[in-house]
Structure formats: C-alpha cells, structure tokens
C-alpha cells in the first residue's frame, strides 16, 4: 500500500511541474505583446516598458519561469488586472463556494447513480432498469444551463419555494447542485450498472449462491463491493466535469464562486487570474484523484496487501 | 442396495435464445447412492455442466430452465422447491466446487470470513464458533497453519491451495452430496494428484457422495465407482467403472476410450472419432452420434435409440443393442426414398 | 430449434454446412444493432439532423436574421410555430437553421480530435517506452485541466468565437481519443493472434494496418459518436457563456443565453432551444450506446 | 548434410520486476535459466512441465518472440540469437509456430482465405498463386476450399487448430515449434489432430519442437523428452528411456502423477508435496529440493550439474545413480 501510495505521489510531481509549465507559458500564448496588455491600450511606450519591467519579462524565459515558481511558491499569484488586488485574494475569496456546490453535487450524484445503477443492474431488462438507463442517457443529454434556466422558472419563478440565484442560505444550495450533479449522476449510474453487471457474471458469484445466500447478500455484500472498484476511479475522473460545469452552472445562478470569476476575468482579460484560475483548478482535480487513488487501494486488498 | 442420496430421472434442461430453443440436456438419468463417487464424463457441449447446474438449480445466470424430470435428494423432488427452500438445500445438503480455483473466491474478502458465511448460514453457528469450524475445515484439507490462511485474501495463495480452500468451503456443512465440476482441470499435474488424493479421502472419513464432472478418463478411472458418458445433451451409457473401461457398449464410448493415448502402451497411430463435436443448434434428428459413428445404420438417423438397460448393471443408448421394434420397421425402409 | 432431417453423414455436414451462411462482421454488426430499438430509431434521426444541416437554411419559413418589431416575444402560434423571439424572429426558423452549426462545430472538433487522437494512441501504444510515456505525459497535462475548463483557457488566449469553439474542443478531445485508442492498441497487442502474425515476419507496418487499427475501430467508433453528444454540449455551453458563437448567430446555446432576460415573460425563447440540442444530444448518445452494445459490449465509457 | 536442425546452448530469459520504490536492485523472474538442448532433423523433441516451468518462454525465445536475456540459438548453423527483424524475416520461412488456444491465435476480423494468405504475402509468393495454395493448404489439413470465405468463429476449436496449422505449413517450413496445440481441444479431436500431425511430419519431413503439460501426448508424439522445472532442464533423454528408465526424482513424481485411464491397474504414486515456487523467488541450490521426497543437505547448497549419465541421458540431480540402484 505504501509502495502504491509512494508510486502514485513520484508521478504526480512530474505532471505538476508539466501542468505549471504549461500555465506559465499561458500568457506568452496570447498573440500580441503581453507588457503591452497589462499596461493597457492607451499606454506610452515608456509605460510598457515599465510593465515589461515590473512584469520581469525582459529576462531570459527560463528565469522568468523560476521567479514564477517561486512566487508561486509563496502563494503569490500575481495581481488582478480589473482590481489591482491579489489573485491570491480574489481566489480565496471564491474558492469555498465552488467547492461546497461541488462537494453536495457529488455527494447526491455518487448516491442516486449508485442507487439507479444497482436497480438496473438487478432488474435487468424489466421495466426498472429500462427506465433508470432511459433517465440516465436523457441526464447525460441534457443541457445542464438550460436545466438550471428551467428549474428556476419552475420552483423559484412560478412556485416561489426556492432562491433563483446567490449563496444566502442551505436553500440557495438546492437548485445549483442537483442541476451539476444531475450530468455525473447520470454517469455513474451506467457506470455502475455495467460494472455491477460483469461482477455479477463472476465465478465467486456462482460461488456464493452455490453456498446458499440470498440474492440480496449476493448483490449488496459480494456483487456491490467488488464492482466499486472501477466505479470509485470513474468518480474521481467525474470530478472534472463538476469543476468545468460549475464554470456554467455558477453564470445560471449567479453563484460568488470560482467560475463566475473565471467567465468575468475572461470577458475582462485579466490574464493573472485567469492564469492563477486554471492552477488552481488542474491542482485541485490532481489532489481529488489522488485521495480516489488512495480509495482505490484500500477498496482493492490486491494493492493493499503488497 | 444401499440407499440412494440424489435420483436424477429424465432430466431436461432447455436453453431458449431468439433463435430458438435449444435442449442442452435432453433426458439424463442417474443415481448416486451414500459415500458413492459418480462421473459425468463427456466433451465440451455434452451438458454435463449444465447438469450439474440444473441440479444445484444455479441457471440463474444462464438462459436456460428445467423443462421437465425430477432431481431427487432424499425423496425430495428439487425442481418443485421454492428458492428460499433451495437456498436451504444449497451448500448445506448439496455443495459445489468448481473448474477456475482462481477466480471462484471473492477476490475483496478474506479466506475466513468465506469459509465462515456459509457456517453461520447454515450451521447457526456464532462467529467465533463459525471461525473454529473454518479453521478446523482447512486443517481437514491439508492446508498448514490454517489460523494464518483465515486471514489472506485469495490473491495470496496459489492455485492448488484456492481449490484445498474451495473444498473446505463446500464440506463445511457436512453435505451430503458434493458436486465437483472438473475440479482439477485448471490444476498442474502434480496439483492435481494432491488434490484428488484429498478427494478420494474425504468421501472415506465423511460418506459424503461425490458427483464427480470431467472430462478426462484418466481422472474418471481413478476415482469413480459409477460412470455416467454424455453426448449431445444425452446420457449414452452408464455402468460401473470397470465395466466402462473394459466393456464400453457405445460406440462413442469405444472411440473415446481408443482416440486417447495412454502411458506406456505405444500405438503408431492413434484410433479417432471423425468429425467434430456437435453444436447444439445442428442436432441430427435421430441418433444425436450418428455423424460420427462407424456402426451408424439407417434407423440411427430416423429415431433417436433409448436409454436402456442391457445388463441389471449397464444402460446404453444404441440401436446396436435394442431390438428394432417390428412395426417401426418401415421406417427403416423408408429412407431410401 | 428444429433437429435436423438427414439420412446420412453426407447430408447431414452438407446441412450444417448450408445452414450456417457465412457471417459477415458487417452483417452480424447490423443484425445486433437493429435489434436495439432506440439505437436505430436514433440512426435514422440522426440521418434527418445531418440532411435539416444541408438543407434547414433553405427551408426556413421566416428570414433569420431580420427583426419584426411587431411580433416581439409573441408566444407559439399557427403562424409562428415555436414563437419569437425579443427581435420578432421566428424561432422555429433559428432553430432549424442552428442545426447545420451544431453538427458542424460537433462533427469538425470531434474529427480532428479523433485523427489527432487515434494517431497518437496507436503510436504510443503499438512502439510504447519512451514515446508512450511522452505522449501520455502529454495527455495527462491537458486532463489535468478539468471538462470544458481547457476550452475556456483556449479561447481566452484565441479570443471568443465559433471557429475558436471547434479549435479548442477538438484539442480537449485529442488526449480522450489517445487514451482510449492507445488501451485498445494494448489489448489488441497483446492478443495471440498477433503474437502468431509477428510469428511469421509480417513487418510493423503490415501489423498496424491489417491487425491493430481494424482491432480499435469499433472502439473509435463508439466513442466518436458519444464524443460529438458531448462536443454539441460543450459549443452550446461555450456560446451561451458569451464565448462562442455570437449573436445574431442561430447557435442554440446563443439563442438560449439571449433569451434568458425574458424567461418570466417568453419562457418559450429558451424552451425550444434547449429542447433541439437535448434531442440531438440525446440522438447521439443513444446511437453511441447502440453501435457499443451491437460492435463490442466489452467497450467501457 | 547436418544432423542438427536447431541447436539451443544455454539460454536464459529474465523477466525484471516492477521496481520497488527507493531501491536500486533491479529484481528478475527467472523464466529460463540455462537451457541447452539439439534438435535433429526430422525428429520430434518435446518439452514438458508443468505451469511456470518456462516451457513456453523457451519456444517464444526460438521463436525470436521474445529477446534472449543470455545464450545462443542456432539454426542452421547460424546464429539468430542477435539478429534484428529485417535481417531475420526471410528465415522465418524456415522455421514457424502453432499456438495452444486456436480460438485466440486467429484474427476473428479476418477470413481464413485472408489469414492463410498473410504468410505467402510477407515472403513474397507470386501473387497469381495465391488462392489455389490456399485451398491446396486447407486440403492438406482436412478441410475443404468452401472454408476459405467464413470466419474464424464460425469454425470448431478442432478446425481452427487445422487452420493455424495450414498457417504454419504454408511457407514449407522445417522446423514447427508446436506450443500445447491439443491442449485446448476436446479429447475426441486430439487425437485428429496428432494424428495429422504425424502425417504431416511424414508427408514433409517436418522437424517438431513439441510444449506440453500431458505426459501421455508426449509420449505418443515424441522421439526424444526434456522435462523442464522452474526454468531449467532437469532431464532430457529418448522416450523409450525417458518414460521407461526416468532418472531425475521430478520425473518419476510427473509420471506417477497421471491418472491412467484404467480402472483395473492400481499402482503406488508418489505424492509431491507442497506447491510450485515462484520463479521470481526459487530455491536455492537444486530448485527442486523443497518437494524432493529424496533431498538431502548438499541438494538446498548445490545446484546439480546437467550431466550425461547415460548414453543421450542427461539429468540434473546429484543422486541420480544412488536413486537408481534403490
């Protein structure tokens, strides 16, 4: 387990120096003279100059990538060009709404997709799973800021019993995070259902009703436990999708997170937010699948014990 | 006679798929009486698995149902049983073990708490009580340091160990009868003779009645008092074993036994069946081995032989040993048209 | 099934023989695949979405573009099927001709993904070591960058707009095609049958041609036909974000997004969007599902 | 002209471990570990063992399948040990493989027509004669030229072991390195398709290299015998004085192991305890030794020589007289 852990960590650290890289030479990206863009349209030639300066950009690339690190490194993250705060600060800011909307997104897709998907794969081909699989590829389909548009309409609009948008209070949380979570909840559903189906054809199943247990012992005790195992690596991946539709579903609901301030900072192009946003972003879904992987190894004794 | 434990009569075991119904076991009948060990020979297609299954009723998973016949343990006809009561009959009258020891334990749980589901579930053992059971069973198999065996997950034990674990799993309950589908097929020779050994001393200390699947005669010889052949869903002899393997009344059982080699007899070339294993959807309307018989006569492609005594001892599936019936002798006639 | 009537051995493997004719791939594709019912009514639709790309804009019964401020936000009506919109344009027009846009922005960035990606995975996975490793280091970093995130820093960088759109979904579905093109070159690979052919002499390219692509198509396939679902998500996302199409464009999402200021009074401005790129999507996904239960129900998402 | 067709000294395949984390040490499976053995012209050898013996490793190494880790392979008098793909494509025509699983060995994409043509294609056969090889190559093993336009699913396992030998024969090779090739067979068609390979020996002068696990195939088959265990020859010697003298302690037990189809004939069997070590991990000395019902204090210190202890008997044990004359 500790080799495995060990293992996983030592093929993170490359990824994030790759990922750090590629956010790095981001702004260098931008077609034009970046000094140029900070400092504004109207600005002198002095001016720009002064930026490029400021910026360290006139330095050689490789030395300008060090300073980023290191500043990065001490949580520096550079400036806002619409605010002049701290990115670091605009981020902090946001950063704990996003996270709770996705938090009780995955919380209620995990639990719906499992329970759908086990249905199905139980009731195969009755009405149950034709229904659950029907409602699942119809989830996967549907657009999720359309959903958000419609499910204001309906209980805030015309029934009235819940907030259209903002973060006031447990109610305003409703809306936002069934609508994300409703895309992975989809997934997981048939994810879990054609897992739980290949389990379910295991010589150990064969084992387990020629000693006589029940169907319900058969499913939930030796089939489920078994066919979590891909599920939980899928679930994890799943967590990108929350974090992108989070980008889409905060603009719907006028959510103070992570993703309202992304879709501002592109309009605005405020690059260093931008830049510091997508960090922020690729390390968070790097962590989440790193606590998946650990998951993984406890839930599978083939990696535990060896 | 001593008392029989499982009477299979006239067993059908159908399998219906959108292209039609196929009948994978099609009339098998046999008996296994206390302490007796009874082989099902027969190659892959015969339905000597899924007789097996029908048995266990574990078709579950398959599209196949019990289409008539009777299954009787004890007197008890099982294809009239609920589930729940079969769950009963299921690793406490009746066990099984299985061809893949590798992939017949749950990979996710440890040795003891397998060994011990079925004790509790049956036995209505405590936990603690269940746990020396399991560790009392794995002695019972040969398998050293058993206290520490409870505690691995299948994973860390080798092939021959899974199938010593599988065994003590299914003699947990004290069964009656075991049901031991090709056991030692997935094994390594010398796997293999540990593993029978241990059968073969199981049935002598515990009476228990062994159905014994396979399809390798070698096996067959060694350990079964009864042989039951199969082809083509059809039981097609059935004796003692000496009388099989010295007096073979089927000529599928003569082919069998003639096409297989044999250590230390040395033939230049070795006697074969033509042809190939029937497929289920193919079956010829009459004698299901006629294709490949070398006695094969104009009846044998009309109507199908059936199972019938020769001696008090030896059953037969064969026109060569029935009496044409005088009025179906026309039959005979007309299939020169 | 009916056991055969024959009289002899000659008769009877001459049956056998008629009996089974020769199956196709094709023909036992075809025959799985319309036994999925949805699947092939979803085929069929999908035939009428591309034939409404090619022919929708000509079709329309009202001009697309032009105003008529005297039948602003009016509801759905015998003369305006799906309503107007906040410019008095007939939706059901917009609509219909938006289809020729989201089967464009999805077939285009899905293809390029798929070419890119399918090259890549069976180069990483048939010569595998180092330049499996730099390419799959590669894909992991673009991953990295969770769902539609990479796409919004794309288009920060090339600015707003459609092409942009294909452009930046297209390099996000590149690493999700090498991926999987790459785990069916492995198992292929690893398969006897090619252990068997490498037996005989037959040289790389002959292996990867004859052997290994045949093996991952069904796999690219499937996945190509759930990705363009997706990409059609994805654009339409974008685009109601401000950061694709553009008004006065048709494009669904910017129909949506431009109609959602009037959604207490004129729901019916988001309504019948929203409900032309679920259809299709749907129709996708379904197809998807289909072609993966009739090609290889092996194949996971 | 050369008795010897391939000549195999010493060969050994080391598979590396994954890498523990922080350690330097690169570990090795063993696989192989010091093969030699000749193989004459027109003879049948078979190898034998059990799971893990790598009995199929040294065929994929003949094969050229897989790199050789240490040691020489000869055919021919030429060494391929070190020979790259191009240079060794043109003698594959010489020498070819028949898989055991004939449901995995055939691409389920192709046509047989297609499958059996691969071969005449890479070596360059005249393009005009293709298709009548082809169906001169499906006679050959018992099949008819209707067979040449289905699939590989639509045909038996029995069939589709005829066709991965068609494969094999059709660009007239000599040497056949046949790995388990009736072991997934049903016990009525094994015998077909020894049979067949008996003829097909004759009919072309066919040199076998023979992998099994069931003794009394090979025995039917073969006209010499090794018996590999964990990775190494522990006895290689004639048939008639492999299965009828056996030296090597292993042997006996293999032998004695086989069920006899015979329900009159009882006999005493020796027993082997315990498992198959792990080759990742074997023994040390004779690897044999923690089983050996006759193992003794030099057996776990020293590996036994592989030695010629009778005229074209080679066996690897130290006792192996003094157990001959008990």
Known sequence: MLRFLGKRLLQVIPILILVSIFIFLFVHMIPGDPARLVAGEDATIEDVELVRKELGLDKPITEQYVTYMKNLFRGDFGTSLKTNRSVSYEIGERFMPTFWLTVWSMLWAVAAGLLIGVISATKRNKWQDYLGMFGAVSGLSLPSFWLGLMLIQLFAVTLGWLPSGGMDSWKSYILPAFTLGTGVAAVVARFTRSSLMDVLKEDYIRTGRSKGLNERRITWGHGLRNAMIPVVTMTGLQFGFLLGGSVVIESVFSWPGLGKLLIDSVAYRDYPVIQGEMLIFALEFILINLVVDLLYGILNPQIRYE | ?337 | ?301 | MNQTLLEVQNVKKYFPMPSRLFSRKKEFVKAVDGVSFTVNRGETLSIVGESGCGKSTTGRMIMKLLDITEGKVIFEGQDITDMTDDQIRPLRKEFQMVFQDPYASLNPRLTIKEILEEPLIVHNFNKDNRSQRVTELLETVGLSRYHADRYPHEFSGGQRQRIGIARALAVNPKLIIADEPVSALDVSIQSQVLNLMKDLQEEYGLTYVFIAHDLSVVEHISDRVGVMYLGRLVELASRDALFGKPLHPYTKALLSAVPIPDPTVKRERIILKGDIPSPANPPSGCTFHTRCPFAQETCKLKVPEFREIESNHYVACHFAEELEEN
């Open chain 2, 1 to 337: 006679m001593e008392e029989k434990v499982l009477q299979v009569r006239n067993l059908q075991t159908h399998f219906t798929s959108d292209s039609g119904t196929v009948k994978a076991v099609d009339g098998v009948s046999f008996e296994v009486g206390k302490g007796e060990t009874l082989g099902i020979v027969g190659e892959s297609g015969s339905g000597k698995s899924v007789t097996s299954l029908s048995i266990m009723r574990l078709l579950k998973d398959t599209p196949g149902k019990i289409a008539g016949g009777e299954i009787l343990y004890e007197g008890t006809d099982l294809t009239t049983l609920s589930e729940r009561e079969m769950r009963k009959i299921r690793g406490n009258d009746i066990a099984m073990i299985f061809q893949e020891p590798m992939t017949s334990l749950n990979p996710v749980y440890k040795i003891g708490r397998q060994l011990e589901e079925s004790i509790i579930l049956h036995m209505k053992a405590s936990k603690k009580a269940a746990r020396e059971r399991s560790v009392q069973m794995l002695k019972a198999v040969g398998i050293s340091r058993p206290e520490k065996i409870v505690h691995e997950f299948p994973h860390q034990l080798s092939g021959g160990m899974r199938q010593r674990v599988m065994i003590a799993m299914a003699m947990a309950c004290n069964p009656k009868v075991l049901i031991a589908d090709e056991p030692t097929t997935a094994l390594d020779v010398t796997i293999q003779a540990q593993i029978l050994e241990l059968m073969k001393s199981l049935t002598t200390t515990t009476d228990t009645a062994i159905l014994l699947i396979t399809h390798d005669l070698g096996v067959v010889a060694e350990m079964c008092d009864r042989v039951v052949v199969m082809y083509g869903g059809r039981a097609v002899e059935e004796s003692d074993v000496v009388s099989i393997f010295t007096n073979p009344k089927h000529p599928y059982t003569q082919g069998l036994l003639e096409s297989i080699p044999k250590i230390g007899e040395r033939v230049d070339r070795l006697q074969s069946i033509p042809g190939n294993v029937p497929i289920p959807s193919h079956m010829p309307m009459g004698c299901k081995f006629a294709p490949r018989c070398p006695h094969a006569m104009d009846i044998c492609w009309e109507k199908e032989p059936s199972f019938d005594k020769v001696t008090t001892n030896h059953s037969v599936r064969c026109w060569l040993h029935e009496e044409v019936p005088q009025d179906e002798s026309d039959l005979v006639g007309s299939s020169e048209r």
């Open chain 3, 1 to 301: 099934m009916v056991d055969l009537k024959v009289s002899n051995k000659e008769a009877y493997y001459q049956q056998t023989l008629e009996n089974t004719p020769s199956k196709t791939p094709f023909a036992e594709f075809w025959r799985k695949f319309k036994k999925q019912k949805l699947a092939f009514v979803s085929f069929f639709f999908v035939v009428f979405l591309i034939l409404m790309a090619f022919i929708g804009p000509f079709i329309t019964p009202y001009d697309i573009t032009e105003p008529d401020y005297e039948n602003v936000l009016s509801g759905p009506s015998a003369k305006h099927w799906a309503g107007t919109d906040a410019y008095g344009r007939d939706i059901f027009s917009r609509v219909l001709a938006g289809t020729q846009i989201s089967l464009y922005v999805g077939l285009t960035s899905v293809l390029l993904g798929a070419i890119g990606g399918t090259f890549l995975g069976i180069v990483a996975g048939y010569y595998g070591k180092r330049i499996d490793s730099l390419i799959m280091r590669m894909c992991d970093v673009l991953l990295a960058f969770p769902g539609i995130l990479l796409a919004i820093g794309i288009i920060a960088i090339l600015g707003p707009g459609l092409g942009n759109v294909i452009i930046a979904v297209a390099i996000f579905s590149v690493p999700m095609f090498a991926r999987i093109v790459r785990s069916s070159t492995l198992a292929v690979k690893s398969t006897l049958y090619i252990e068997a052919t490498k037996s005989i002499g037959t040289r790389p390219k002959r292996i990867i041609w004859k052997h290994i692509f045949p093996g991952t198509v069904s796999s690219i396939i499937v996945y190509f036909t759930m990705r363009i679902g997706s990409a059609i998500l994805t654009a339409a996302s974008l685009s109601f974000l401000g950061l694709g199409a553009q008004p006065p464009s048709p494009e669904w999402g910017a129909m949506l997004s431009g109609g959602r200021d009037y959604l207490n009074i004129a729901p019916h401005v988001t309504i019948f969007p929203g409900i032309a790129i679920f259809v299709t999507v749907l129709a996708f996904n379904l197809l998807g599902d289909g072609l993966r239960d009739a090609l290889d129900p092996k194949i996971k998402e």
